[in-house]
DNA sequence: CTGATATCTTACCCACCGGTAAGAAAAAAA
DNA sequence: TTTTTTTCTTACCGGTGGGTAAGATATCAG
């Protein structure tokens, strides 16, 4: 089972031996503290966990990073490259507002179901220091603002129905973010499934729409 | 503005003098844990961060709890008990499961915004000694299958549109117990608001029905 | 081969946290 | 008052975690 060993090497081998590669060795610190936060939570991992993960000791990861939530903060902002790159793809992809919350709906938990972006919403402001706080608010208040502003289109538009952008927003995106809680990479529901049905039900809700045989649906223009 | 002092005193008065009473005092304790705990989270929370609110010392606390767990796993009851009381509420309150799923995300998202509450869903389990987590988990289930079930009987008496029940509740949760991330007692958005939008939008969708000036729905039996 | 640089380890520091031992002080019981 | 019980404090312990100092070991450039 040879994956190419340039791109992702297991990351208990990148310490394997001292060869000068400070990027892939980056690399899988983060790799691993991203899976190590996601095991424990950001306050029950310490540097210690990470470096026994990896075959080396703590003072080593501080030669790659300033310090612990150095590392983290890193992971963060992979996860939320991902999910700028589907923002952006949404924003070229034309359609109804209630076409882009759909797409919108269907990439986001996509990402939701990879490591580094569930780390984004698992991340707690409170474990950061304000400067890192002030960041990372500024990235979420980004992505609230872009899916809000899908749903205002949606309403001008007429495909979505009048409501308060600000609520729709929160129920959309708690929805997601909450997948990260229950999300298991070897569970029973595969990425695609969550994805797809999440951006059905949230769109179109549960209501059965009136087309059983009993009754039948007709529009009438006046 | 004198409130019923014997219901709710400020949790700081309750250790003002030494006066037996015991009951008042560990509510008290269990008022200012959770507000703590809301605004600290279970790890960052210590001991003599709500000692400190009370104006007494760490160890008077072991004289109430036996320890750190077994107060939030209090507040974490008194939150269940909350959440416990809706449900049966809507069990006997009958209608289409769609009708029941919308009783109980209005009245689930009344709970997300009181302390209690949130603390149900602020509790990582990973905190937890395997005892406790082993309650919690049984908790947990019970709501997310009483949710389940309510999906279930709509999509069985029509009122609900075939779906993955699993797959659906999750989304609703979700949403729902994110509230407890986002809500503020103090911010512009009431409980009742939030509630009732939340109903709306999580069970219809976000999606225009066709009723404008143009179009005109019509129902006929066959 | 040699000196310089990058890499990693051993040993340590300090702050904090959950929890306890032992006893003081107040309140209730006698 | 005296005794007993409850309530609360001071002082402390063991463990852990983030982070650092100082030096050993390997890699690389020349």
Known sequence: MPKDASVSPSPRKAFADRRRDPATKREAVLKTAAQLFLEKSYGRMSMNDVADRLNITKPALYHYFDNKEDILLECYRLGVGLIEEILNGIADHC??????VEAFVHSYATVMTV??????????EGDLTS???AEVRTYKRKIDRRLRSFIEEGIADGS?????SKIAAFSIAGALNWICMWYEPDGALSPEEIATQF????????????RSSRLRVVFKEE
């Open 160 to 164: 979505i129905a009048p409501c308060d």
């Open 131 to 133: 400067d890192a706080r």
């Open 199 to 210: 951006a059905r039900t949230l769109t179109q809700g549960l209501v059965a729409r009136k």
């Open 115 to 124: 490591n580094f972006g569930r780390c984004v919403m698992r991340l707690d």
């Open 95 to 100: 359609g109804t507002g209630l076409q882009k």
